[in-house]
């Protein structure tokens, strides 16, 4: 059966899309530029540095491998309107194929994996429409999910079902939200709330299958549904438009962090992160991406729990009493708020936007290591903590793009993926750092002039008085 899930939810991926009804307005036309650069980057460095840096390789090649995903994906929703059944099914259907994979690389290709769909998304995504999140964007958020469930459940559960935790649900939400979309019949260029609604009840059930039966585990199936509770509840108190309800917002992520409590006393790391594949999976499916925003802080609690148990001496090093660790958490939130600011802000349809796309890959991909040089190992695990609270903010806001959320899971997934690269970055001495710091310093400087000569604000013309 390991074989056949995988394989059962590419199928429900390519039905659930062949199924959905056809749009009838194209996203704006993509520049492939930064996909491919990033491609090409990655595969490089990855072939010659492999025999300095373990698991480098397939590292790389699995990061290669989710970018073109995403490209293939934001081709594919120019043709038909099927997102959170599509999703579901690739990112299930990739979590399973991980457990094919050889031990002694396969966290890292898992972790690349995560990685290089935010950076797909964040390359390939149509952000013309800020309010409406793309087709690789969604399944960046559920791959970053549904990876980390299956790779806390293998860490707390020595058994094949725990080990494929995320990829189960993930499998019962893309069955439920196709089921959803069948039933409402949604016309194209607009979903059925009703649809959504009943998916959500479908996968009520389907979690409960899955965590009783398939991964056998009462917890799991009351975590998971419990979530799914709290998302359908949260979604008719936060406001997809952000309009005057900042204090039910507050209060939605007050609750999420409750949850997260509450499933730590159940399963620890493992419980919270299941909590998140069910807050990701009934949000998603109500298409109500600022309710996801706040949860926002739940999400990075279960990427800290993936770094704990990636690397468990690092979180000592986290102690709030330290500036470092606080330094961190505040560059954490800013690394995935940053690109959701420019392209709310600074968006230009010109062809410099995928150059700018790739600059600011750059600048994300380098700020881990910046953390590391600087701020030591409690710098990058505050880093790894604070990434959480940049949805949390821009929800605030008013905002309702899940970048934040794929970036969280991608710079979370790159952080732990790549600790024991910089690993002599940690231990530099005050004076060895001071010096680095000019370094970096006169490189944020240039890339920031970069980002600065790429942007175009949206031109406003000037009302005419009327005469």
Request: aromatic content about 10%; charged content about 10%; hydrophobic content about 55%.
């Amino acid at each position: 059966m390991n074989t056949a899930f995988p394989l059962i939810a590419f199928g429900i991926a390519i039905t659930a899309f062949l199924l959905s009804p056809s749009v009838s307005t194209r996203p704006a036309r993509n520049n492939p530029l930064a996909a491919f650069a990033i491609i090409v980057a990655v595969l490089i460095g990855g072939y010659i540095w492999r025999d300095q840096f373990s698991q480098l390789l397939p590292a790389a090649v699995a990061f290669a491998v989710s970018v073109a995903i995403c490209f293939v994906l934001r081709i594919a929703e120019g043709y038909r309107l099927s997102h959170t059944a599509t999703a579901a099914g690739v990112a299930a259907g990739l979590s399973g194929i991980t457990a094919w994979l050889d031990p002694s690389y396969g966290e890292a290709a898992m972790m690349a994996s995560i990685v290089g769909f935010a950076f797909g998304a964040w390359t390939c995504s149509d952000f013309s429409l800020v309010k409406k999140n793309s087709l690789p964007l969604i399944t960046a958020a559920l791959v970053a999910l549904c990876f980390a469930a299956d790779f806390m459940g293998a860490q707390a559960i020595e058994t094949t079902p725990a080990g494929m935790t995320g990829t189960l649900f993930g499998l019962a939400t893309a069955v439920s939200s196709m089921l959803g979309m069948l039933v409402s019949r949604p016309k194209a260029d607009r979903s059925s709330g009703v649809g959504g609604y009943l998916g959500v009840g479908i996968l009520l059930i389907l979690g409960y299958v899955v965590g009783s039966r398939l991964v056998e585990s009462r917890e799991a199936w009351m975590i998971f549904d419990g979530a799914v509770l709290v998302g359908l509840v949260l979604n008719t108190l936060i406001r997809p438009d952000g309009s005057n309800d900042s204090f039910s917002f507050l209060i939605g992520t007050v609750i999420w962090i409750a949850i997260a409590t509450l499933a730590f006393s159940f399963f620890k790391g493992f419980g919270i992160a299941i909590a998140a594949v069910g807050a990701g999976a009934s949000l998603l499916m109500l298409e109500n991406g600022r309710a996801l925003q706040s949860a926002g802080p739940l999400i990075g609690l279960a990427f800290y729990r993936v770094l704990r148990e990636s690397h468990p001496d690092t979180v000592r090093a986290l102690d709030l009493g330290q500036h470092y660790a606080v330094i961190g958490m505040a560059f954490g939130m800013l690394a995935a708020l940053f690109p959701t600011e420019w392209v709310q802000r600074r968006w230009s349809e010109s062809l410099t936007s995928g150059f700018g796309r790739l600059i600011w890959s750059f600048i994300l991909a380098l700020i881990p290591v910046a953390m590391a040089v600087v701020l030591g190992a409690k710098g990058i695990v505050g880093f790894v903590a604070g990434l959480g609270f940049a949805a949390f903010v821009d929800g605030l806001r008013g905002g309702s793009s899940i970048l934040p959320i794929a970036l969280t899971g991608g710079l979370g997934a790159l952080v732990a993926v790549s600790y024991n690269w910089f690993t002599k970055l940690l231990d530099l001495t005050r004076e060895e750092k001071q010096i680095a710091f000019y370094w970096i310093a006169g490189v944020a400087l240039g890339l920031g002039a970069l980002v600065a000569f790429v942007s175009k604000p949206e031109t406003v013309e000037p009302e005419v008085a009327s005469e």
